[in-house]
């Protein structure tokens, strides 16, 4: 019985979340659908990030989107920050920031393994 509410309860979020165009795992740290970055720009910031993990073992993407058409930004990056893969196995110290650009909206997601560097707190005030 319990299980068969959950099922009712969830299952439209299930099938919302399965319409959102989500992106193909990225060859880079950026990726850029809403097209907001020159391609020089890119280039550099996907330089710096790549700097950036070899340094620390952090492991940061950029996504932006024109919009989330009615999606919940949460469930959104949730779902890119597993498809991707972000952050390694072991430690789970990857960040994806999602910028979503007709919405006005931006949200930065972390695993685990950096909440002690940025806790949901930290992240919410920036």
């Known amino acids: ?8 309860v969830f299952f439209p979020f299930y099938v919302l979340a399965q319409n959102f165009p989500y992106p193909a795992i990225p060859t880079n740290y950026v990726t850029d659908e809403a097209q907001i970055l020159e391609s020089d ?3 550099r910031l996907n330089a710096i ?3 950036f993990e070899d340094s620390t073992s952090i492991q940061l993407f ?3 989107s024109p919009a989330l058409n009615g999606f919940v930004m949460a469930d959104v990056c949730q779902e890119i920050f597993h498809k991707w893969r972000i952050g390694h196995k072991k430690t ?5 920031i999602g910028i979503f650009v007709n919405d006005h909206a931006f949200r930065i997601h972390t695993g685990y393994g950096m909440e002690g560097v940025l ?3 930290l992240t919410k005030r920036i």
Do not use: A, C
């Open 62 to 64: 950029v996504y932006t």
């Open 119 to 121: 806790p949901d707190l």
């Open 92 to 96: 789970n110290n990857g960040v994806l």
């Open 1 to 8: 019985m319990f299980k068969r509410l959950l099922f009712i």
């Open 41 to 43: 720009e890119e280039t």
């Open 49 to 51: 990030l790549k700097n």
